[in-house]
């Protein structure tokens, strides 16, 4: 599929990627708890994902025209329905931005869509949100004002210019429509898709990933799921399962010029949801808790990296209605450490996933960024008795 633009692009959807057929668990690492039946995100009845992924162009830099290595991600709480969700926000390292959340920190609410794309393309696919939920009738107008519409949409970002034209500004509104109006449940594409497809993890390739996770909590089963933007990491503290195989893997290093190679200049972006009934204070409890599976990953929040996540439940529709008062339904604070055991267990996976989907990508200026090599891997993990 093609669009027309200042340049030709070339827009995939997530309905024309080729179906990934590895995922970290098909390589035997050994990965605690029960995901779901997809082990995504979109486990969590109702959330929809959409993504547009821009590649063109190869070789020296031009402004303007390329290469283009980008890309949009959506993720819908509720689908295409209007049902604010309770949400919580937590930031580790603030070397970024998700647009929106001090409204989610004031009013416990997250009213629209989660976007995610690179860091200078943040503006135009704000605009264009708040453009497809008026367009779509995605609000709930004042009772004495039925005019009135106002958003502020979520929107966050991680830096691809090691790869991206990031400054050509190829993320357009027409894309933000096409990631949103495609979104829809089922399997979710990985690896340099959407906004992911420039990202580097761990000095390899990264991008989207995602995982999720059953709990049982008072006989009933809940589900966690995870989205990742991974494009954070150095090399040298890359672990997978307690493994130090950023140690072993030292060749296959980024091909960029200039490039401190010891420096954690990325970022993560990492959105939560669950259908567990909890309150705006519980789902930043959940928040907090991912940056322990970043940490499993060798990830420390370095100074020039954004670490940025979002947690929201699916659970107590109708909650945002400004009429009446509502009941509504609360997991207790005793309860909830299946879920931060949940959240962890699934950002780990989901980066892990991230990066076992990813394939080497050749960007501006022939700067090249190789994949996690997945036979080295598992002869490393073997080496350690991580797996036989």
């Given amino acids: 599929m093609k669009i027309i633009l200042p340049l030709v692009l070339f827009l995939i959807t997530t309905s024309a990627i080729d179906a990934q057929s590895v995922r970290a ?40 025209k390329g290469p283009v290595r980008t890309g949009v991600t959506a993720v819908l709480p509720r689908g295409k329905k209007y049902d604010p969700v309770f949400a919580g926000w937590y930031t580790l390292n603030g070397n970024g931005e998700m647009t929106g959340t001090t409204w989610v920190e004031e009013s416990g609410f997250l009213e629209g869509p989660i976007m995610i794309t690179n860091t200078h393309s943040v503006g135009v696919v704000r605009d264009a949100a708040i453009e497809w939920e008026y367009n779509k009738n995605y609000f709930d107008p004042l009772p004495d004002e039925p005019d009135v519409f106002w958003a502020l949409p979520v929107v966050a970002e991680t830096y691809d210019g090691d790869l991206n034209d990031i400054n050509g500004f190829h993320v357009k509104k027409e894309h ?32 989207i990933g995602t995982s999720s996770r059953k ?36 060749d296959l290093m980024p091909e960029i010029d200039p490039m401190k190679k010891e420096e954690d200049r990325g970022s993560i972006i990492v959105i939560v949801a669950t259908d567990a009934p909890l ?3 519980q789902l930043k409890r959940l928040a907090r808790r991912v940056p322990l599976g970043i940490g499993r990953m060798g990830g420390y929040a370095g100074n020039s990296s954004g670490d940025i996540f979002i947690a929201f439940s699916t659970a107590n529709p109708g909650a945002a209605n400004r009429e009446v008062n509502q009941n509504l339904l609360m997991i207790p604070n005793e309860n909830m450490s299946p879920l931060f055991e949940a959240t962890v267990q699934a950002t780990e996976e989901s980066i892990l996933n991230a990066l076992v ?32």
């Fill in 25 to 64: 668990r098909d390589l035997g690492i050994p990965l605690d708890g029960t995901p779901g039946d997809l082990n995504a995100i979109t486990d969590v009845r109702g959330v929809e994902v959409g993504q547009v992924t821009l590649i063109s162009g190869e070789g020296k830099l031009i402004v303007g």
């Fill in 215 to 250: 709990v049982t909590i008072d006989s009933k089963v809940y589900t966690l799921g995870v989205l990742v933007q991974a494009n954070y990491g150095i090399r040298r503290t890359f672990m997978v399962a307690g493994v130090p195989v950023g140690k072993e893997i030292t």
């Fill in 357 to 388: 989907a990813a394939k080497d990508m050749t960007g501006k200026n022939n700067t090249k960024i190789y994949a996690l090599p997945k036979d080295r891997l598992i002869e490393i993990l073997k080496k350690y008795n991580r797996i036989k």
């Fill in 176 to 207: 933000v429509f096409e990631a949103l109006d495609n979104a829809k449940s089922g399997k979710v594409d990985e690896g340099s898709v959407g906004g992911g497809t420039g990202m580097v993890c761990h000095d390899f390739k990264g991008g």
């Fill in 279 to 281: 309150l705006p204070h």
